[in-house]
């Protein structure tokens, strides 16, 4: 079992930085890729990013040119730094570690998530 705890929400004003951090911990690494899903109020469960065990990054097309991912296989850690960002940008964001099957990501393990508050 794989427990995943997140940090660094908060509020921030419209064109801030925030950077959000998540740490696996568990009896066994057996993931494929972590990454950040985010929600906001009334909406879908969305992607923002993920980062695979090879270092490769994938990222939403709202999250391009604004949002960086980075993590640390041997510590299990991903981070997500969030810049320019915008009020449509406030949502719960949640880590998940995921393993690839049947030719996408299934998202297995998910913490308990993070409030970002966007104001503007």
């Known amino acids: 079992q794989v427990q995943l705890v997140e940090a660094g929400g908060g509020l921030v004003q419209v064109g801030g930085s925030l950077r959000l951090s998540c740490a696996a911990s568990g009896t066994k690494r057996d993931f494929d890729a972590m990454g950040w899903h985010r929600q906001a109020p009334g909406k879908q469960r969305e992607l923002v990013a993920l980062?695979?065990?090879?270092?490769?990054?994938t990222f939403a097309h709202f999250a391009e040119g604004r949002f960086t991912i980075s993590g640390d296989n041997a510590k299990s850690t991903v981070d997500l730094q969030m810049s320019s960002l915008k009020v449509e940008d406030t949502a719960v964001y949640y880590c998940?570690?995921?393993?690839?099957?049947?030719?996408?990501?299934?998202?297995?393990?998910w913490g308990q998530g993070t409030q970002v508050t966007v104001s503007s």
């Open positions: 980062r695979t065990n090879e270092g490769d990054t």
């Open positions: 998940a570690a995921g393993r690839w099957y049947g030719g996408l990501y299934n998202w297995v393990y």
